[in-house]
C-alpha cells in the first residue's frame, strides 16, 4: 500500500517540525524542560522515518541512544541547574547571529545532498535486506578509518571528562 | 479452507496482528495482577505469615470445596485491589507541575508493555504463517533495549512533577540506575549475539533449539542480565529509587489512586518483559529440548506457548524470591557494581567470546 | 574512653563475589517459606476464628463490677475521673436529692457514669486509686464501635460488661460489727 506509506511519511515529517519547531520556540512554555521533552518528541518521530526507510537499525539506535541516554542526560542536568532565569531570558543579538549562521551552514549541506541524491526506490533495495549486517560490514571496511577516528574521538572526550571531574589531579 | 483465506494477505496480518495484541495485552495485563499477588503471597510466606486469604465474591459460596480453597489461595485479591485503586481519590497536590504529573504514569507504563511486541511466545498457531510474536522484527533486541530506555522518562518526569525533594531524588536516583545498567545489559546481550550471528530473537530461539540453551553457553552473559535486570526495574536489592525507609516511597510519593496504579503495573509489566526476554535469550524460549520444531498442529502451538509461560512463571518467582533475600544496595555499591565490574565483565566477556569465536569454533 | 573500634576485615575475593551473602539469604528464606507454606505453620493468628489468649494481669477495657449481692460498689466519690489522664471517665454524681446507693454501707451510687472509650488509655489508674474496687480493667481488647457516640460507654452497659466480682468486700465485715452494736444491750437507757 504506498499510499498508506506515504501518508506515514507525511505524518511523521509533520510532527518531526511541528514538535522540533516547538523545542526552539514554544509560545505556550519556555521551560528547558518543556523544550527538552519537544526534543525527544522529534527524534522519536524521525526514528518513525527511518523506520518507513526500512532502515530498523538507524531507527532503533536513534531511539536507543538520543532519546534514551543522550536526552536523559540533559533532562537531568536541566532539571540539576534548575534554569529559572532561562525561562525569562529573551533572545540576544550573538546568540540569533550564530543560530542563523549555523542553519545557514546546515541548509546548504543539505541542499546540496538532495540535489545530489538519487531517488528513493534506487537506494532502498539495497539498505531494505538486513540493515544490521549490510551496515556492520561497510563500516568496518569501506568507512573504516572515520569510523575508527570517531571512536578514538569519543574517547578523547571521556579522557577529557575524566580529567575535568577529578579535581584533585595537578 | 475457509473464509479467512480469501482475505487479501495484508488484511490478514492486520487482523492477525490486531489479535495478538489484545491477547498479549490481556495475558500481560493479568499476569501483572498475579505477580502482585504472588508478590503478596510469597512474601508472607517467607515471613511467617498467612498472606491474603479472604477476598471472596460471593459465588464462591457456591462451589463447594474449591472455592475455600482459591479463597485461601487468594486468588480473587487482584480483583479488589484492581477496583480499590480505580475507587480511590485521585489526589494531584496544589504545588506539582500539572502535564508532567498527568504524562509521567503513562509514560512509565507504556515502555514496559511496548517491549513485548518483539518476544516470540511461542512458535506457531494453526498455520505456519502465523508466527506467535507480534512484530517479528529483524533488530529486535536493538528495539526492546530502544524502547526500555524510553522508559526512564516516566521516572524521571515523575521526579520533576512533583516538585518536591523526595519524589526528584528518587527520579535522579532511578535514572542514573537505568543508564548505568542499560550499558551493562546491552553488553552482556552483545556476546549473545555474537554467537548466534542474528539480532532476531526468533533466530536466537532456534539456534538454542539447535544447540542448546544459551545459558550453557553464556552462563556470565546471564548473570549480568540477571542483575542489570534487577536494577532496570528497579527492584530489591536495587529498589533505591523508591527506597521507603530513605525516600518515602520515591519518584510515586505524590501520586495516589489510579496514576500510582499505573507506575505499579510498569513495574510489574516491566519485571515480566524483563523475565520474558531472558527466556528467550538464555532459556530457550518456547522450545524444549524434545519438542523445538516449529508446531504442526494447533494443541502442540498451545503446547510451546504454555512452555513459554511457564518459563516466565519460574523466573518470576525469582525476581520475587529475591527481593525477600537480600537487603538494598547503598548507592554507591550499586554503581560500583554496575560500572566497576559489570562492565568490565561484560567486555571482557564479549572479547572472550570473540577469540573462541574466531579460534575455537567457527 | 568506653567506645571500642572494632576494625573490620577486609572482605574476602569470595565474599566480595556476593554469593555468600546470596546463599545464605537464600537458605533462610526457604526455611521460612517451607515452614509457613509447605507445612502449613504460620506464625500469625487468623484473628475473628482463632483468638488470642489474654495473660493474667492484661489491661484490657475498664469496667464497672457489682458486688455478690448485686449491687453497684462504685459510690462515686470520683477519684477515678480525676485521676484518669486522658480524662475518659465523666461521673455525674446523684447530687443532694438524687436516689440512694442501691446498698446499705454506701451513700451514693454514681447517677451517670461514662467511659469513653476511645480516650482511654487503659492505664489503669482507675483500678489502682479506686477506694471501693468498684473498676476493673478486664480482659476485652476489641472495641468496636460504628460512631463516637457508640464508644462512650454509659453505666448501664459498663455494669452489665463488668459482672460481678467477688474477692474482697471490704465493708461487709464493718457493717456486721456496726449491726452487731446496733443490738449490744450495752444502752444508755
Ligand atoms: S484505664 Fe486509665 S485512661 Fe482508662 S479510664 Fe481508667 S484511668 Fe482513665
Ligand atoms: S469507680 Fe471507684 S474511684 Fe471511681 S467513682 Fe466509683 S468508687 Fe470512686
Redesign the interface.
Known sequence: MPEFTDLLFYGFAGLALFFGFLCVANPLSRSPVTSAMFLVLTIVSLAGLFILLHAFFLAAIQVLVYAGAVMVLFLFVIMLLDLKEEERRRFRRFTVGVGVVAVGVIAGLLLQTVLKAVPYSQTSTVLAVGATRPLGIILFTQYLLPFELLSLLLLVAMVGVILLTKKELK | MNLFDYLEPTTQFVIFSAIKILIVFGVTMTFVAYAVLAERKISAWIQDRVGPNRTAPPITKFIPILGPMLVRLGIFQPMADGLKFLLKEDFTPAYVRKVYFWLAPAIAVIPAFLTFAVIPFGSTLGNPDNKMVIADLNVGVLYTFGIVSLGVYGIVLAGYAANSKYPFLGGIRSSAQMISYEIAMGMSVVAVFMVVGDLNLGAVVQYQAKHGWMVLHQPLAFAIFLIAAFAETNRLPFDLPESESELVGGYHTEYSSMKFALFFLGEYAAMISASAMMVTLFFGGWTLPFLSEPASSLLVGLLHIAIFIAKLVVLLVVFIWVRWMLPRFRYDQLMDLGWRRFIPLALGNILATALVLAFISP | MSTKIVDRKPLSFFENSYLP??MS??K??WK??K???LQGR???M?YPEQKWVVPQGYRGAPYLVKDQEGSTKCVSCQLCEFVCPPKAIRITPPGPNGAPADRRNAEKAPAEFEINMLRCIFCGLCQEVCPEEAIFLQKDYSLTGESREEMVYGKAKLLQMGGTHGGIQKWKHKLEEAEAQEVFPVRTN
Open positions: 551473602t546470596l539469604g537464600l533462610v528464606t521460612h517459606f515452614k509457613s507454606a504460620p506464625l500469625t487468623e
